[in-house]
């Protein structure tokens, strides 16, 4: 299931529509902190320069940005919210909980105005 998550992360990279459900977007979650965990455990077991292992979780960062904003427009879509609530995040102290809570919210409906369930 993560692996399938993962997959569909980085093959709908630039798909801003449609619907992505609650365990995909948890799954991808866990697996960019496994990764991110694995970077600097190598980068650690290497003994490389913390400047260099800086810049490889930043290129992996980067590479994950966008794909990351559209996970979360389309999860935002499942539960039939536009994206432009992602923006709530920004909200000083309730945005994040907010956020949180519309990310751990299951869509009531099977079809909505952005489409079939994934």
């Known amino acids: 299931m993560m ?3 993962y997959k569909k992360f980085w093959l709908n990279y630039t798909n801003f529509s ?5 365990s995909d977007y948890w799954w991808v979650i866990l697996c960019n902190f496994l990764i991110g965990f694995i970077i600097g455990f190598i ?3 290497l003994q490389l320069d913390q400047n260099v292992s800086l810049a490889i979780s930043s290129i992996y960062s980067l590479a994950a940005l966008i794909p990351g904003i559209a996970l979360v427009i389309r999860r935002l879509h499942d539960i039939n919210k536009s994206g432009w609530y992602y923006f709530m995040a920004l909200i000083p102290l309730a945005g994040p909980i907010i956020f949180l809570v519309y990310m751990l919210t299951d869509s009531v409906n099977e079809n909505n105005q952005y489409g079939e369930r994934a």
């Open 3 to 5: 692996i399938e998550a």
């Open 18 to 22: 449609g619907r992505s459900t609650r």
């Open 43 to 45: 980068c650690g077991l």
